[in-house]
């Protein structure tokens, strides 16, 4: 997979510093962010959810790092999610596999795109802690999401949220999901897809100088800066992606002119 020319490779490279602030700075937010922006392109999205899986790995161990001292990873909340997430994962990943290059993946990404951001614009706000036993189907529909699209998804994030009342205990718990997601995604891959090729590991060599500094940034202006008017600026972009690529699976399918 190539990102073939200066302007695509450049956006590649803006797209993940600016997913990695985020991610450093709220816990979530980087796979749809680079998905939402590469899917601008014409770049294969199965061979590009690749480079991002192993991006994702590489951030979630950054963050882990970086918040290692302040805060303890709750594994009690995250151990039904990861049963969970080991059998989502796999499907998802079949999901893009086979429909990848049909109009129907980018309509899914494009509705997985505006719910993501349609959650985070009007966040519901959880009061009482979600019970235990919705672990394992939340962990299982997040993981269909990571497996598919390279990014587990807001499910996870109110469950980990309503059970975590500590912020950055919180975003350490949620590293460490979405790496285990990461880790089965790649499993799949090798075991599926078309594997690692020298190509891939080019681009996520190119990206994970960029991640790694811009995830610090984002983890240590989290307390800082606020919150809100940035996140509501950055899923409305995000909810505006997604309605494109919508329009643009219509269009393939000859519903719009």
């Given at each position: 997979m190539m990102l073939?020319?200066?302007?695509?490779l450049l956006l590649y490279l803006s797209v993940v510093a600016f997913a990695a602030f985020v991610e450093g700075f709220t816990g979530l937010g980087f796979g749809i962010i680079v998905m939402a922006g590469i899917a601008f392109t014409s770049c294969d999205l199965e061979r590009f959810t690749l480079v991002l899986t192993l991006l994702l790995m590489f951030l979630n161990s950054t963050i882990i790092w970086a918040g290692r001292k302040e805060s303890k990873i709750e594994w009690r909340t995250a151990g039904l999610i990861l049963v969970g997430e080991a059998l989502g994962v796999p499907i998802g990943y079949g999901f893009i596999l086979h429909f990848g290059k049909q109009p129907v993946f980018r309509f899914a990404l494009g509705i997985v795109l505006i719910l993501f951001a349609i959650n985070h614009i009007f966040r519901p706000q959880?009061?009482?802690?979600?019970?235990?036993?919705l672990g394992i189907l939340i962990g299982l529909i997040s993981g269909f999401i990571a497996g598919a699209f390279a990014a587990a998804g807001p499910l996870i994030a109110l469950f980990v949220y309503s059970r975590h009342r500590d912020a950055v205990g919180a975003k350490l718990t949620l590293q460490v999901l979405f790496f285990s997601a990461s880790i089965c995604r790649l499993i799949s891959i090798l075991i599926w897809g078309e594997g690692i090729t020298m190509n891939i590991l080019k681009l996520t060599g190119i990206g994970i100088p960029i991640v790694f500094i811009f995830a610090v940034?984002?983890?240590f202006v989290t307390r800082r800066v606020s919150h809100g008017v940035f996140l509501k600026i950055v899923f409305i972009s995000i909810g505006l992606s997604g309605f494109v690529n919508v329009l643009r699976a219509l269009r393939e399918y000859g519903l719009l002119m």
């Open positions: 073939d020319g200066t302007y695509v959880i009061k009482k802690a979600l019970n235990n036993s940034i984002g983890h």
